[in-house]
């Protein structure tokens, strides 16, 4: 038996996973284009809101998991707390990428320009600077104790100097929009299409950071890359399909 | 704790005295600082009108830059001479070794200033004033915590020329923009002098608190 005929009608977990997010996604895209209905001012252009807000909540919530695996890895040491922040600064800073670049795409048409030095502005380049160069001493310190170190150290100053920026550019300037959600500014079919693709976005950012974690563990030489390999075929298939 | 005052201080006190002899850091500095005034003119076309409005932001392009360059050098020695694996195995906490090194490379700024800030009053026509002085000696506190602490990271790194100014950078840019709004309204364009100074003091408060927290883990081995 074959490796794929093994698996051939069963998929594993993450598979499961993955499709399960990529399927919720494609509601939420229905829900924002089917259910929301259109922004009397700003038009379709406003519909970038609903994904843009929810991946900078998904991002914040992978850095927070950055800085948490970090802190636990500087007091115990313990490797998966190290696997856990590295998966999570990964995708943390595809999401904001995403809320970069979807900001970008809603500020042209509405303050006519891609780009303007805002306090939220600013601190979310930073943020992005600041976890790029977070997977770069990854890359660049000696792996294993020195990189999850010394990353651990980058991603609790990272953590901390985005609020500081935030509140320290805020106070000269800002014009990005305020928050909406709280303050009941939106009818409610807007909010309940938030809420459902932030939960979507969210459900997304948490099985890609598990399965960048199994990467990372497979990498490490931690687990098996096969995903439990089936104990029951014991003749060996000569077969040329079963090329491991 | 007096111990590891007296242990900063004899680490500071070496590096100082290292540097008193080769003169390798202060020297490159100072010129380093002149050439970006006279870089900052091309760049900006300089003339008697806007001098003075330029004059707060080269000023911290300077300053920046030359940081990096003087917190860079800061574990360069060591790392040459493998002489900080030999300073950690003696009793003294890493945290005051790192406190020491800071306060040294905090001085070479220090020293970088006092060329600086004349060079820019002569050749931009911006008031040097105690203001001015005062905002950027809080700067220069924050900015040797945090950049001591990633040169001594990178310092056992590969690409560490790329590395340093790509982690310190954005770690800085809260003391920049305090710092800024403290010299433009020093400088006489814009106010907010006395809240700009009261975060400058807050954010070197906070940053000599971590960095003295996360020396331990960055130092030790």
Redesign the interface.
Known sequence: MTEAGARAGRFTGYEKAAAAAVVLMLAAAGAIFGFAPADALQGPVQRIFYLHVSSAIAAYGCFAVVLLGGAIY?RTESAAADRWARAAALVGLVFTTVTLVMGMLWAKPIWGTFWTWDARLTSTL?LW??Y??YL??RR???PG??AA??A???G???F??VP??HF??T??RTQHPGPVIVNGALPPEMLATFFFTMACTLVLAAVMIAIRYRIEAVTDGSQPAAVAPAPVVSAPDPGPSGVR | MTGAIAVALAVARKDLRSEWRTREVVPALAQFVVLALVIANFGFQIDSRNAAAIAPGVLWLALVFAGLVAFGRAFAAEREQASLEAMLMTPAPPAAIFAGKALAAGLLLVVCEAVLLPALALFFGAPLSLPVVAAVLLATIGMAA?GC?FAA?VA????REL?LP??TL??W??II??GG?AVQAAMGSGG?YG?ALG?LVD?DI?FVV?TSL?AR??LD?
Not at chain 2, 156 to 159: D, G, L, N, P
């Open positions: 500087l930073v600077i600041i790029a160069g770069l001493v660049l310190a000696e104790r020195q170190r010394f651990a150290v980058v609790i100053f990272g901390i100097d500081v920026v320290s550019v106070w000269w | 945090l602490l990271m056992r790194m590969r690409a590395l790509l982690l954005p770690l840019i809260p923009v305090a709004q907010g809240s975060l954010f906070l971590l996360a883990f960055v081995d």
